[in-house]
């Protein structure tokens, strides 16, 4: 599961929050996360940066799923 993953990225220190950072990382990444509720603008930058990516849960799922103080829209796994 998809969630898992990113858990385990987290604690490992693998993991990339947010757009910019997925596009600037872009060669290293191996699997992208984006929010079912993600905006219109950055689903078309990864799409115009070719960058393949999954649905997930909206982010306020995320944020309780994932324990984190602050709302993301892509993560980015190393």
């Known amino acids: 599961m998809s969630v898992k993953e990113i858990k385990e990225a987290i604690e ?6 947010g757009l910019k950072e997925c596009v ?7 699997n992208v996360y984006v929010t079912k509720n993600a905006r219109e603008v950055t689903l078309q930058k990864l799409s115009d940066s070719k960058i393949d990516y999954k649905i997930l ?3 306020k799922e995320m944020v309780k799923l994932l324990n984190l103080d602050f709302f993301c829209e892509v993560f980015s796994i190393k």
Do not use: A
């Not at 600037?24 to 990444?29: D, G, N, R, T, Y």
């Open 12 to 17: 490992n220190k693998n993991v990339y929050f």
């Open 24 to 30: 600037k990382h872009k060669k290293e990444i191996k």
């Open 57 to 59: 849960k909206d982010k």
